[in-house]
């Protein structure tokens, strides 16, 4: 898995703060290696679902 993510505001911007953006990151790090959809392991895993909500998901519109 080529995987690079560059950490800053998106963890302190967290709208649950710094902590929930730090689990955020490590869920959309876990889905990515394990190769599953953002979308979906987000379903269950609420901190990387708000995070989404607020950031996006990475994908262009």
């Known amino acids: 898995v080529d995987l690079l993510y560059l950490c800053g505001g998106g963890i302190v911007s967290h709208p649950d703060g710094p902590g929930a953006g730090v689990r955020?990151?490590?869920q959309a790090w876990r889905a990515a290696v394990d190769g599953i959809p953002l979308a979906k392991f987000a379903l269950s895993h609420?901190?990387?679902?708000?995070s989404i909500e607020k950031f996006g998901d990475g994908k262009a519109a």
């Open 24 to 26: 955020a990151v490590q």
């Open 46 to 50: 609420p901190e990387l679902a708000r």
